[in-house]
């Protein structure tokens, strides 16, 4: 019912910073709790951050937790992922998420709806 299309990835040298955006569309995002979560090569998809409907509750995987800033402007429908002080190790694809689901947040299977995702790659 919500696409989702993930933009502002890129290539950036280590203790950069980049942001993400993720565009939704439909006139009911604000119904939606949004995630962020990444995928490197070989390894399992994992949760980054995610927000509530407001945007006044918001949760980080502690790898991210004072680098990482979730935030949603609902008038804009777009959910956003600031990302600074970037290591090799966030080099990833990352996948913006919609849920309309009172499941855990931080898990995946929670999120019904995925945006193609946008390469982020951390240089040392």
């Known amino acids: 019912q919500v696409e989702l299309v993930e933009s502002g990835g890129g290539l950036v040298q280590a203790g950069g910073s980049l942001r993400l955006s993720c565009a939704a569309s439909?006139?009911?995002?604000?119904?939606?709790?949004m995630g962020w979560f990444r995928q490197a090569p070989g390894k399992e998809r994992e949760f980054v951050a995610a927000?509530?409907?407001?945007?006044?509750?918001?949760y980080y995987a502690d790898s991210v937790k004072g680098r990482f800033t979730i935030s949603r402007d609902n008038a804009k429908n777009t959910v956003y992922l600031q990302m600074n002080s970037l290591k090799p190790e966030d080099t990833a694809v990352y996948y913006c998420a919609a849920a309309d689901s009172l499941a855990l947040i931080t898990k995946y299977k929670t999120y019904a709806h995925w945006g193609q995702g946008t390469q982020v790659t951390v240089s040392s």
């Open positions: 927000t509530d409907w407001s945007g006044g509750n918001t």
């Open positions: 439909g006139r009911t995002f604000s119904r939606y709790r």
